[in-house]
């Protein structure tokens, strides 16, 4: 018999014992901790499924909106603005994240580093109708028009620090030997963060951009001030835009029962763009690192 079978048949001690009790019970501890930090999610997961999807059939996606006498519409023009400013907010947020994090971390004496670090730590803390106000002071004021250009760019404020927090910590994980390797080739510096370490961290990275994607993808107060929402269905972003996190805020609040169900569809259809933008760059991380 092997030393390992003759182990399972030593008779347990007392102390053996007790560890093994408080192993279990500090086990139990954290699954019962793990159950009350999930069970709020799944509630509130629960409730918006239950109540969005009985709003939820094809005119929902379809049709513009129309008054209540007149069917009520649905929210294609909210679908399509959330859409169009999110994605290029995330286009304007990810390269700038992007390159201040690659700044902090792969150039970490750089003299701007400092005030680029403060700016960070002031748009991560700035509330999201600060930043929509800044948009509208210094975009929405001198055009003289809401615009869903504006509302992309306040989205891209709030998607900066995000992205270059995540970054910055995923790039400095990756090993220096990893950067002296390249520099030992003969490759310049900025070839060597480009096809070396972003390589290396493209799944942190990606989960970044998502992380923010999935912060502004649910704001609506910086859009009052710069997108100003509409109820007509357009594709041109300089003029003023719905999106659904607007809907939201105006369908709840008011009175009939049908923008009331409409405003749960919308967070449904909301909730499932980000679980949907989340899972295609999962997906789209594994197919580049295989």
């Known amino acids: 018999m092997s030393a ?11 102390n053996l014992r007790r560890r093994r009790l408080w192993n279990q019970a500090m086990l139990a501890l954290l699954v019962l901790g793990s159950l009350i930090v999930v069970a709020p999610l799944v509630l509130v997961l629960g409730a918006v499924l239950l109540k969005g999807i009985a709003a939820i059939n094809l005119a929902f996606f379809l049709e513009p909106f129309r008054p209540v006498d007149q069917g009520g519409g649905g929210l294609a023009h909210a679908i399509v603005g959330t859409l169009l400013m999110n994605l290029l907010a995330l286009v304007i947020g990810g390269v700038l994240g992007l390159a201040g994090g690659i700044l902090l971390s792969e150039y970490p004496d750089h003299p701007i580093n400092p005030t680029l670090r403060i700016i960070s730590d002031l748009l991560n803390g700035l509330p999201a109708l600060l ?5 509208y002071t210094l975009v929405v004021i ?4 809401f615009s869903g250009y504006a509302g992309a760019l306040a989205l891209a404020l ?16 990756v090993p220096w030997s990893v950067r002296e390797a390249g520099l030992a080739l003969g490759l310049p510096r900025w070839r060597v963060i ?3 370490v972003l390589p290396a961290a493209t799944s942190g990275v990606i989960t970044g951009l998502m992380l923010g994607f999935a912060r502004a993808a649910g704001e609506a107060a910086p859009l009052y001030f710069t997108a100003g929402g509409s109820q007509l269905l357009t594709f041109n972003l300089g003029q003023q835009v719905e999106s659904l996190a607007l809907s ?13 169900e409409q405003a749960w569809a919308a967070s449904l259809v909301l909730t499932l763009l980000v679980l949907a933008a989340s899972l295609l760059a999962r997906w789209a991380t594994r197919r580049w690192m295989h």
């Open 158 to 173: 709030i998607m900066v620090p995000i992205v270059l927090r995540a970054t910055e910590g995923v790039l400095k994980l």
């Open 142 to 145: 001198p055009s003289g028009h």
């Open 4 to 14: 390992w079978a003759q182990s399972r048949y030593v008779p347990a001690d007392g």
């Open 248 to 260: 939201i805020y105006k369908y709840a609040n008011e009175p009939s029962p049908l923008r009331q």
């Open 131 to 135: 930043k929509g106000l800044v948009i």
């Open 194 to 196: 480009l096809s070396l």
